[in-house]
């Protein structure tokens, strides 16, 4: 990433700030009481000039301090909202608008002293007034509805809720680890059910010294207090009970307020208990934190297995309740995970309008592109590579597909060739279809072209379509006669699949000649976690990625053929290659005397069996990389951790054999 | 009776800057270990109400060295006194089992506080 | 490329220099005060000796390995007389000697140096930076000076900041080397929105 496009994550960021600054303005002329609407916008505020300071935007950062000192004064309630403060405030988000656009594309920047004064003048004015009779009771933790029934159903069960408002000595350092010792502390007598600010914010340390933590617990606050103020580094703790009347006082407060706002009230209610007052609809998140995440649910997974089979050993059913339990949560956090790292797929077809619209022109074709699902979501890693893929085929559409406009003309088509671009969901997987109506695939001329490449022997007289879409698909076959223009490098359709392979998907192909051709690329969702089928192989495990397994059979040594000096067996009238597994791997090879399990898997676009040790079974499992000094292994896709801490090999179908 | 603490840190010059604060106040020093191996072994000989553990340190680092005196005794009570600052690694002591962190340089009312507090 | 890779270590230099500084006069009970903004050169491996007071100078030297997301090595080298006015104001000898206990105090001294410098900079950059047990040696510059690299993945150049601090009215010069393996450094630009650097 170089400086420039920093510029423009800045100016992505600062825009959406401005964007809720707005909003919240608006929302707070309607409803001066909400304490969070202004909290909101003092954090923006806050937050923008911080970036700006960093960016080095001095003009932002001194006017966005001015707007913060503002809303600062109308947070603590030493400044009384009135028109004038609205307006004033609104003409400043114009203002601060101008001044980020003027400085992201580096033009002179407006006077805006005047608009400077004005929120001066504001300062001042609340300097002037006398001190809020309400000083210092605004911070305490507003009740969000869902964390009121909690406490109703406390205080039915015995316990009491108590607000505890936590100071930190001035100059603490490592602030939010300090507060994990609090939490870590409350925690042994009582259960943490809700913090102001939210824990995310305690986490970055994005408050002052100060932070209350709404608690049900059996202890008196006396106890609590003593406990918070026995932490180091803490100047005072104070408890104050929640009584069920506020509860539930509050509770139909927040109702009415809910119905006024019924739209937003449903994300709220989705929310996690301990949660800030608003939800943003959009986090940012670094990658790395992701990658993290994402790791350690993967180690998740692999405990839930351990329990789970250690359980299963035992005999104790109650416990099985617990695991469910377990399995239920770790499931769900799996996806929650997993949803992090998935991406739109507009990101890639974004490119393509473009890219058709330019080369029909060069073509000296009519085409037009229709997109649909482009805000289908699949893996970030997924998304990164199958934009080359995709742009190849659709390149072929364009070169072989599409007809010059009197040939459609004269086939009674419309002039103007349509190419169109699908993604959908099925199942696990991401669908992406790519169908045009062109010339179709010419079955013959496929033919000709693979006698002509060796591909098929002299003389081949029929072939069917099936046929044909294999032999496209075969490395050394490309009816594309120039490297063109786009990806120059004159990649063929054995490429395409390889990449789509190498994603742990398939790729098909569909033509009805003189009509259409449509291509389908099958995807999992996500690459980290994946269902495999586990065999054992010289008393190793080793694991199958599931969308490559065809079947499993059991054949007899007798069933062995040799064909050309290679084993094969016949399976339904077709001869397959066969191997073992344990073979291609570096193992002992199998003892082939006695009924041999087989795997019929597919690689590269052809079926053949591998022979293995025994089956184990279905499972999912965390795919590590092999990394470093193991670097690429051929047949081999990267390690799993088992249930029981072993480490299984995990199979690249693609490359297995040779 | 005063209570008696075991001081960790690798480098003699901290174990005696430690031990002149912790003797000045009244507690008394019944040990000085110079890495975790040491610590662990004469946490479970002198059995100290409190113990003060650098994380850096060579042989066995204080982490696992906290891990390991919560194993013998899960009541122990652990200040980690280290220049090692950085959250990832002070969370990681706490959840190991360490009661307060001190990020060195700290100053002798600090270390006070903490023997006050969590010895009591 | 040079340039901009030299701010950005000067930035870095900076920030991680302040907190070490504050972390140093703190253990001197406030008696020390920086006197210059940290001075980072990016100087031919050869020369960097010299800028550092010559080969043959007696010099401290404090150096760790770094482990973590950012791995390197790290150093915090002085003049002995230097080094001494330091050992004078930590322990309050007048005369100070280079004994166990010196070398104990120096080493501690370094080591909260150091470490208070990655400290600052895993905060910025939330990666974790874990320094090694400090290892100390007192000899000619050049000889420290391969100790502290043994292991180092040394280009050409070397960066090295000079900081210099006045103590109870006496100068102490200090230089503190902080060599990330190149594609740590990488990610560290990264992190700041700079690229190849």
Known sequence: MDISSFREVFAAEARDYLQSLNEDLLEFERNPQDQGTVDDMFRAAHSLKGMAGTMGFDELAEFTHEMESVLDLLRTGELQLTTEVINVLFRSVDTLELLLEQTISEEPISPYDEQVRSLKALIQHASLAPPPTTGGEHFSAELNEFNRETIKQGIAQGYQAFSVSVVLRPNTILKSVRVFTVFQALEQVATVIQSNPPIQDLDDEKFDRQFVLVILTKESAHHIRQLVEGIPEIESADVQSISLAEAGEGAEAVEQAAEETAASSDAAVSAAPIRGHRQDPLVRVETERLDKLINLVGELVISRTQVIEMVKGGEATDRMGAVDQLDRITTELQYAAMSLRMVPIKQVFDRFPRMVRDLAQSRGKEINLEIFGETTELDRSIVNQIGDPLVHLIRNSIDHGIEPKEERIAKGKPGAGTIRLNARHEGSYILIEIMDDGKGLDVNRIRDKAVERNLLPEGTKEISMGEAVNLLFQPGFSTAEIVTDLSGRGVGLDAVKAVVESLSGTISVESEPGKSTRTTIKLPLTLAIIKALLVKVDGETVAIPIQAVRENIQIESEQIKTVQQRPVIMLRNEVLPLYDLAQCLGFTPVDTSGPLPVIIVEVRGSKVGFIVEDLIGQQEIVIKSLSGIVGDIKGVAGATILGNGRIALIIDNSTLIG | MAKTVLITDDTAFMRMTLRNVIEKNGYQVVGEASDGEEAVALYQELQPDMVTMDITMPKMDGITAIKEIMKIDPKARIIVCSAMGQKPMVLEALSAGAKDFLVKPFDAERVVESLRKIGS | ?197
């Open chain 3, 1 to 197: 490329m040079k340039e901009a890779r030299l701010d950005f270590l000067r930035e870095l230099a900076n920030i991680g220099t302040g907190h070490a500084t504050t972390a140093l006069s703190q253990m001197l009970n406030g008696r020390l005060f920086q006197l210059v903004v940290p001075d980072a050169q990016m100087l031919p491996f050869t020369e960097a000796a010299e800028y550092m007071g010559g080969a043959e100078q007696v010099v401290v030297g404090i150096f760790i390995v770094i482990s973590g997301d950012v791995k390197g090595h790290m150093a915090f080298l002085q003049p002995l007389e230097s080094a001494l006015v330091l050992l004078r104001l930590l322990t309050g000898i007048e005369q100070p000697e280079l004994d166990e206990l010196g070398r104990s105090a120096l080493q501690e001294l370094g080591n909260i140096m150091v470490t208070s410098y990655l400290n600052a900079l895993s905060t910025m950059t939330n990666l974790l930076m874990v320094p090694s047990v400090p290892g100390l040696a007192i000899d000619m510059a050049g000889a420290v000076w391969e100790s502290v690299l043994a292991g180092a993945q040394v280009t050409d150049e070397v960066t090295v900041i000079r900081t210099r601090f006045s103590a109870d009215g006496e100068d102490i010069e200090g230089h503190i080397l902080f060599l990330p393996d190149h594609e740590d450094f990488e990610k560290v630009a990264r992190l700041f929105g700079l690229g190849e650097l």
